[in-house]
């Protein structure tokens, strides 16, 4: 819900409540939003759900339909090289006829256990923890987050929401001197920063580095860079999204950094909202380097 979609509603809502509506303050306007997102974000879970039982249901029809019977010639059975009709006189059809529907009741038991038990277990993950980079990745395998309409709309409030995750964790990778990262977390990182690095909310995430591990991804991607024997054919992908992270980062600390908050009477400072504060000057000083 954003303040042109809100126009509609005031220009064409005559009922109970127009007035209201025309004049609501913006904490309202942002608890709409607030409560459309989480509508939506339920609605996603639901469908998710459906579509592990939807699948199932498919997988014991198709089960049903494999499934032999005790009908002479009612269904093949293998006999060396060649197939012959089933006979339900034949012993070695007969122990035949039970090993298969073993087979495929161990069938039905692995798809319960991955559509109905797996997909409840992360049904329910979703709607208790919301949208986290994982329960994203499974809406969208699943194809149920389109690109266009209103559900693009939720789904890059979303991607906004899981950002700091995402940057976080592959920052980490990033500072690790012992692994080589490859170009793909490279350019997800360098693509992350140059869409979020000026949210404060995003730019929070450095809160999880200390200043080595920050000074360490420059350093690590920059060797990388002049490596040889390490460098991707990928040379100017490589150089590219580098300068992005280093223009990135940059940004990032210095929203992170930049004061929000209050002075009381007596001199204390108060922190604002994802406001990145350090007791030691001098690793801030070693991060704004």
């Not at 991607?159 to 997800?188: F, G, N, S, W, Y």
């Not at 350093?219 to 054919?233: E, I, K, W």
Request: glycine share 6%; charged share 25%; aromatic share 8%.
């Amino acid at each position: 819900m954003t303040d042109r979609a809100f126009g509609p509603a005031n220009r064409h809502w005559e009922g109970m409540g127009a007035a209201e509506l025309v004049s609501a303050p913006l904490p309202l306007k942002r608890r709409i939003q607030e409560a459309s997102e989480a509508l939506m974000w339920a609605a996603l879970a639901v469908r998710y759900w459906a579509g592990r039982v939807e699948e199932f249901n498919r997988r014991v029809a198709d089960l049903e339909g494999r499934w032999p019977g005790t009908e002479p010639g009612s269904w093949m059975v293998r006999t060396g090289p060649s197939w012959v009709p089933f006979d339900p006189n034949n012993a070695t059809h007969a122990m035949e006829l039970k090993r298969e529907r073993e087979r495929l009741q161990l069938e039905w038991r692995s798809d319960y256990q991955l559509y109905i038990d797996q997909g409840e277990d992360e049904a329910v993950a979703m709607l208790r923890r919301g949208p986290t980079a994982e329960n994203l990745q499974l809406a969208r395998e699943a194809g149920l987050i389109p690109a266009t309409g209103v559900w693009g709309f939720f789904a890059a409030r979303w991607d906004a929401i899981v950002a700091p995750e995402i940057a976080a964790e592959l920052a980490a990778a990033l500072a690790d001197p012992t692994q080589v990262p490859t170009i793909e977390q490279v350019e997800e990182f360098a693509e992350l920063l140059e869409h979020h690095a000026d949210d404060p909310a995003f730019a929070a995430f450095l809160s999880t580095l200390t200043p080595a591990e920050f000074l360490q991804i420059r350093a690590n991607l920059s060797v990388m860079t002049r490596d040889g024997r390490q460098l991707p054919a990928e040379q100017e992908r490589w150089e590219t999204a580098l300068a992005k992270i280093q223009e990135g980062l940059g940004v990032a600390l210095a929203t992170a950094t930049t004061h929000r908050g209050s002075y009381d009477q007596a001199g204390s400072y108060t922190p604002g909202p994802h406001e990145l504060v350090s007791r030691d000057p001098v690793s801030v000083i070693l991060m704004c380097r």
